[in-house]
Each structure stands twice: as structure tokens, then as C-alpha cells.
């Protein structure tokens, strides 16, 4: 590994409070910490011609790849689909993000979904609504979450949680991950695309949730064969990006029963267009991208660029970065 540029001033656009800012500026020292506004474009522009690192509040941009000594970028947030662009990769550029800041609480939320769904909360508050004690029995014959098939697409922080919370709701947990490794007790079944598995045991699953990243690999990874594959009492949970799900080919689906349900936080355009078919579609709930906060979401954060600080001066790989099977060129 070729040794890495000596950071000698740092480029920072993060929102933070101040003594949160503090901790990163200090980590970096003694190097010139230059903190602004993402809107103050000069000072951006000019702190890019010296700068070795840069800490933003989004994704980077053509400025950043311009940049004449930018070594490393960290991106304060989760998914880093919009910056592993080809030119990253040809620069030579380190990119980090912050996954796992809100793992445990984006895992929740799939389970909110799950709940929603199993314990028919839509229909329930109607009743209420209504004032009404019926339909006794029959929801007295509705499955709970105990026993059922949870599949789940991604093994990283959030696909971690949702395993451990699918074993503890009592569920036969089957995961698909990238990289093959260890299993885990929270797994009854754990596959890898690296060892060659796919999504066969995945669509047999009665909730099927999915926590991967967007590359040109998960682009689509679910679409009208795979929903036609899955059981039609089916859920599928999308708390990854818009686009691992074809929406056309999720509506049809919807449409036609081919399967039961969909907990959808993301969607491939967003804001969501007030004319698309899902606002009104029974069997789907909406949440607009936004999960309640971790109560230390920030210091986690803090923590993943101060770790990585420290490796990037011993020269050890950095947490979080990105790498060219992450490619996405299908914006």
C-alpha cells in the first residue's frame, strides 16, 4: 500500500453543535481545520486547493473531485451510492460514510412495518375510529410475527439488527450477504453472493426485508420475476434505497396480489410524486425516507471519522469505505 498523503488542513461542512465539531477538529490536529457552511462556496473552493481531507454534510461533487491534493472524504451518511462514481475510483480517492449511526433504530423500523402489517394497524384504527368490537375471530386467526419466514437482504449494521430482532420475535431467519464469513446465532441461514447464492431461499421467506447497499449489482435487484416467485401473503420492507426494488414491477405486483404487502421508506424518486399509484394503494405504508433518531446518533458518527483518522495515519484500511464492487452508474 502506497504511503498516504500527510494531512495538513482539513476541509470540514458538517452541521454539528460546535463541541461536537470540536472533537473532530481535535482529532485531526495539528492540521489547519477549516469549518464552514455547505452554501459558502468560496471558502469550500479555496480550502479544495490545499486541502488532504474533507469532512462533508452530504455527498461530494465535481469541486471535490477537481480537488488537487484530496486524499480521503468522509460523507456524514449512510448511503454512499451518489459518490462511488467512476471518477472516485479512477482518482484513486478514499470514501467513507457514517453507516451504523442509525442501524438500530432503522431496524426498528422495518419492524414497524412488519407489526403494521401482521397485527392489521390500518383496520384497527378504522374500527376505533368507528367504535366498533367486530371481527373478533377473524383476527383472532391472523399469524403472528412467531414462527414466520424473515428474510433479509444486506448484513451490515441495519441487516445486523434485523436479525437480531427477527430472532428475538421468535422467527426462522435466513440472510443473503455480499461477502462470505461467519454466521451468526441470531441466522438459521446464512448465504453470500461471493460464495455464489442468490435470492431463491430469500423469496421464499414471509417477510423479506432488505438493509443492502445500491450498487449497479442491487440495482433492481427485486423485480417482476422476483415478486412472481415470492408467496402472495408475502411482505416486502424496503429500508435500503429506492432503487434495489423495480417500483413499476413492485406496483403490478401490488396490483395483482402477487404479493401481500409493502413497508416502503425509500422509493426511486424522491420526494415520492404526489400522482404515484402507492399513496393510495391499501396494502402499502409510507414513511418519507426519516426514522426517529438514535440518542447518540451524532457521537457515532463522531466516532467512525475519529477511528478512522487514526487509521488513515497508520495506513490501515478505513471503516465504512467504499470500494469499486460498490460502482453505481445508473443514476
Same mark, same amino acid.
Not at 448511503?79 to 426498528?108: C, D, I, M, W, Y
Not at 383476527?139 to 403472528?144: D, K, Q
Not at 420475535?169 to 446465532?185: C, D, I, N, Q, Y
Given at each position: ?60 461533487? /465535481?469541486? =471535490?473531485?477537481? @480537488?488537487? #491534493? +484530496? ?7 449512510? $448511503?454512499? &451510492?451518489?459518490?462511488? %462514481? ?119 421467506? /414471509?417477510? =423479506?426485508?432488505? @438493509?443492502? #447497499? +445500491? ?7 427485486? $423485480?417482476? &420475476?422476483?415478486?412472481? %416467485? ?102
Amino acid at each position: 500500500m502506497a504511503a498516504r498523503p500527510e494531512i495538513r488542513t482539513v476541509l470540514s461542512t458538517l452541521t454539528w453543535k460546535p463541541e461536537e465539531v470540536d472533537q473532530i477538529r481535535r482529532a485531526f490536529a495539528p492540521a489547519e481545520f477549516v469549518q464552514c457552511n455547505k452554501s459558502d462556496t468560496a471558502i469550500i473552493e479555496a480550502t479544495l486547493q490545499r486541502a488532504q481531507a474533507a469532512i462533508l454534510a452530504g455527498d461530494l461533487d /465535481d469541486r =471535490v473531485l477537481k @480537488a488537487p #491534493s +484530496l486524499a480521503w472524504v468522509h460523507c456524514d451518511h449512510a $448511503g454512499l &451510492n451518489h459518490s462511488a %462514481r467512476p471518477e472516485v475510483f479512477a482518482k484513486g480517492l478514499l470514501v467513507t460514510g457514517s453507516a451504523g449511526r442509525s442501524g438500530p433504530a432503522l431496524a426498528q423500523h422495518g419492524f414497524w412495518f412488519a407489526l403494521a402489517f401482521v397485527y392489521d394497524v390500518r383496520n384497527a384504527l378504522d374500527r376505533q375510529s368507528k367504535h366498533i368490537w367486530g371481527a373478533v375471530e377473524e383476527y383472532r386467526e391472523r399469524r403472528a410475527l412467531w414462527g414466520l419466514k424473515l428474510g433479509v437482504v444486506g448484513f451490515g449494521y441495519t441487516g445486523k439488527e434485523m436479525a437480531r430482532l427477527g430472532r428475538a420475535f421468535g422467527m426462522h431467519v435466513t440472510v443473503l450477504r455480499r461477502t462470505a464469513g461467519e454466521s451468526s446465532p441470531d441466522v438459521d441461514v446464512m448465504l453470500s453472493t461471493d460464495a455464489g447464492d442468490g435470492l431463491d431461499e430469500i423469496i421464499q421467506a /414471509d417477510i =423479506v426485508m432488505l @438493509a443492502t #447497499s +445500491l450498487s449497479d449489482t442491487t440495482y433492481h435487484l427485486f $423485480g417482476a &420475476n422476483e415478486f412472481l %416467485r415470492m408467496k402472495k401473503d408475502a411482505i416486502i420492507i424496503n429500508m435500503a434505497r429506492g432503487s434495489v426494488i423495480d417500483e413499476t414491477a413492485l406496483i403490478a405486483a401490488l396490483r395483482t396480489g402477487e404479493i401481500a404487502g409493502a413497508g416502503l421508506d425509500t422509493f426511486e424518486k424522491e420526494p415520492l410524486p404526489a400522482d404515484s399509484p402507492l399513496w393510495d394503494m391499501p396494502n402499502v405504508l409510507i414513511t418519507p425516507h426519516a426514522t426517529p433518531q438514535m440518542p447518540d446518533k451524532t457521537q457515532r458518527s463522531i466516532d467512525v471519522i475519529v477511528k478512522n483518522i487514526a487509521l488513515y495515519r497508520e495506513g490501515q484500511p478505513l471503516l465504512n469505505a467504499i470500494q469499486l464492487r460498490d460502482l453505481y452508474t445508473k443514476h
